[in-house]
């Protein structure tokens, strides 16, 4: 995620709540950001297709362990 980007989430957010929000809380989202834009940038590394299924998870029915 490029810079330009984390800019335009912060301004899409200040226009969506600036009204209703202190600068201390918009600095506060600002800075929440990056974290997320490190989980966002890795999970784009991930190469998929659009034939790829999402993982899914079997768990059998035991009526012993409910």
Do not use: C, W
Request: no cysteine; aromatic share 8%.
């Amino acid at each position: 995620m490029t810079d330009s980007e984390k800019d335009h989430m912060y301004r899409r957010v200040k226009e969506l709540y600036g009204g209703r929000l202190t600068e201390d809380q918009l600095a506060a989202i600002k800075t929440s950001l990056d974290p997320m834009i490190k989980v966002l940038e890795q999970l784009r590394s991930i190469p998929l297709l659009n034939s790829d299924e999402p993982y899914s998870v079997f768990k059998p029915y035991r009526k012993d362990r409910q």
